[in-house]
């Protein structure tokens, strides 16, 4: 079993920056593969970003290419996303998940974190 809990968001302004974390613990974190995930009410939840337990490879959506960095200690159990130039559009709750090589769907999920950004 894996716990997952996010932290670091927040009200910021337009072009403002944020870095979320994602803390685990329950299982070896270096063997999990890690993404980023949002939702705003009424949408569906969409895939932001996600890195391999080795940190080496990571991938993005098109909409936070270039203004989102993820990226992984796994000797303090955590995955950050570093987001710069926010956008009003990027508000949502952000989740962290996790998953084993083998797993197809992510299959640990933390409860989330708001980051609202203002016009």
């Known amino acids: 079993q894996v716990q997952l809990a996010e932290s670091g968001g927040g009200l910021v302004q337009t072009g403002g920056s944020l870095r979320l974390s994602c803390a685990a613990s329950?299982?070896?974190?270096?063997?999990?593969?890690v993404g980023w995930f949002r939702q705003t009410p009424g949408k569906e939840r969409e895939f932001v970003a996600a890195?391999?337990?080795?940190?080496?490879?990571?991938i993005y959506a098109d909409s936070v290419k270039g203004r989102f960095t993820i990226s992984r200690d796994n000797a303090k159990n955590t995955v950050y996303l570093q987001m710069n130039n926010l956008k009003p559009e990027d508000t949502a709750v952000y989740s962290c998940?996790?998953?084993?090589?083998?797993?197809?769907?992510?299959?640990?999920w933390g409860q989330g974190t708001q980051v609202t950004v203002s016009s």
């Open positions: 329950g299982r070896t974190f270096s063997s999990l593969r």
């Open positions: 890195i391999i337990s080795s940190g080496g490879s990571s």
């Open positions: 998940a996790a998953r084993t090589s083998s797993q197809y769907d992510y299959a640990y």
